[in-house]
């Protein structure tokens, strides 16, 4: 498996998100991808090993939440309205990373953006770390916790402009996860599969607590399975109360 390699996909991305990776982008994709599936055989990081699923639901994927920070052609318009300034350099916590995703395509196509991944598994950090230094990537950093110590950390409370968090619980977790963790007109960025109306009124609910507010839900379809995600967008706009997040393990069994 490891001698396959990614497809390559330039059109797509163009057509999908209105941007295309560098060629040098599209290498170091090669590199992830070859590391990823070598280190799958000990480490069990993903059951994503097949290129173009591998392209699809994990690069695409990873960077289809971060398409308002893309720079795209004029002509592209998004549908939800949502907008951003695309050139500034953020300060970005990728929130149980698992196998590096969303954080390390971020990482590879944002060299501005300083990227913390955050797990609460060493062994794959560990593996993460050594993957970051063998693609050269020396704005990505390691943290090795649970979002709940991290959030009452003064120095990580409040401090980031960018919260990624994909497949991690349901959203209104994701986001007692996240918004402890931004400054001030900070953004989330919430991955999911399918999103119902019952989910969205919860999450408001709960970002309401938060000092958080919902800015957009982007439905987007996936281009080669058809797949339909959703990215949802949260923006800080007031300080989040001291008391969240709350102890490790209780936004789980108790969401907000």
Request: net charge neutral; hydrophobic share 40%; glycine share 8%.
């Amino acid at each position: 498996m490891s001698n396959c390699t990614l497809p390559n996909r330039s059109e797509v991305w163009l057509q999908s998100l209105g941007w295309q990776p560098t060629a040098e982008q599209e290498k170091q994709f090669e590199r992830l991808f070859q590391q990823i599936v070598q280190a799958n055989q000990q480490l069990n990081l993903t059951r994503i090993t097949d290129p173009s699923d591998f392209w699809e639901k994990h690069l695409w994927d990873s960077l289809v939440g971060i398409a308002p920070w893309l720079p795209t052609e004029s002509s592209v318009q998004r549908q939800d309205g949502f907008s951003v300034d695309s050139s500034q350099s953020l300060k970005v916590i990728d929130i149980g990373t698992g196998g590096g995703f969303p954080g390390l395509p971020i990482a590879i196509v944002k060299p501005t953006w300083q990227i913390t991944l955050l797990d609460s598994t060493q062994k794959k950090l560990t593996f993460l770390q050594q993957v970051t230094a063998k693609l050269g990537l020396e704005n990505v950093g390691i943290c090795c916790d649970r979002a709940e110590n991290l959030g009452q950390q003064s120095s990580y409370r409040e401090s980031f402009d960018l919260a990624v968090i994909r497949a991690v619980g349901s959203a209104s977790v994701c986001a007692e996860y996240a918004l402890p963790l931004l400054a001030l007109q900070g953004y989330a960025v919430l991955y999911r599969g399918q999103w119902t109306t019952g989910e969205q009124e919860g999450l408001v609910a709960a970002i309401s607590k938060l000092g958080g507010e919902l800015v957009a839900v982007s439905p987007v379809t996936m281009p080669h399975s058809q797949g339909i995600r959703h990215c949802i967008y949260l923006r800080k706009i007031e300080a989040t109360n001291p008391k969240f997040p709350r102890r490790v393990g209780v936004p789980a069994r108790k969401p907000l």
